[in-house]
């Protein structure tokens, strides 16, 4: 009998940007022009370092969580892809398709309300997180990118970013779409055939 073996993890590294407002500026914030908020100290993004584990990842998301949140805010999951071909797979209508399916049953799941930011989002209507595989624009709900990153600066190589969640009120909801997006891309070139 043949042991079967676990495909490798085909993620190197997880990122996260978080929009919202702080009271005291946190390390690695930068001013978001898409985020609106008034009578806060801080308003923008704060970032993380590439990160080797989801749980490290959502730890860091929970520790930098934003104080004040609203429509303008959201929370982007970036993943470093680990070669060429795994990244291309990703660039494909099946894993558009595969995404929007997935993240459908997450927002059922997760009882997220009808109309709110998550939906108005997944639909493409919201300027900052549009639908498509358009690689000429960034605004995507997934985007594709070899070129220089907040998280991954010069160095950044094979990352696609989620821009489809907000920043939840709830910091457990935006923990639980970090996995989602983690588990999801992570299964999908893993298990997928191709």
Request: charged share 25%; with cysteine; net charge neutral.
């Amino acid at each position: 009998m043949a042991l079967e073996l676990e495909a490798e993890n085909p993620i190197t590294s997880i990122g996260v940007e978080i929009e919202g407002g702080f009271n005291e500026k946190p390390k690695n914030f930068h001013l978001d022009g898409s985020v609106a908020m008034e009578n806060v100290n801080y308003v923008g993004e704060v970032d993380s370092e590439p990160i080797s584990d989801l749980k490290e990842a959502q730890k860091w998301t929970s520790d930098n969580y934003p104080k004040w949140l609203n429509k303008t805010c959201a929370i982007h999951i970036n993943l470093e892809i680990v070669n060429d071909e795994q990244f291309n797979r990703l660039k494909t209508v099946d894993f558009e398709k595969t995404f929007t399916q997935n993240a459908i049953m997450w927002g059922k799941k997760n009882h997220i309300n009808t109309g709110s930011s998550f939906w108005t989002r997944l639909e493409g209507r919201n300027a900052y997180c549009t639908k498509g595989l358009d690689t000429r624009t960034r605004y995507k709900q997934l985007n594709f990118t070899n070129e220089r990153t907040h998280i991954y600066g010069k160095n950044g190589k094979n990352i696609i970013e989620c821009r489809l969640f907000p920043s939840f009120q709830k910091a457990k909801l935006s923990l639980s779409a970090v996995a989602f997006f983690y588990n999801l891309v992570s299964n999908y070139l893993r298990y997928s055939s191709y």
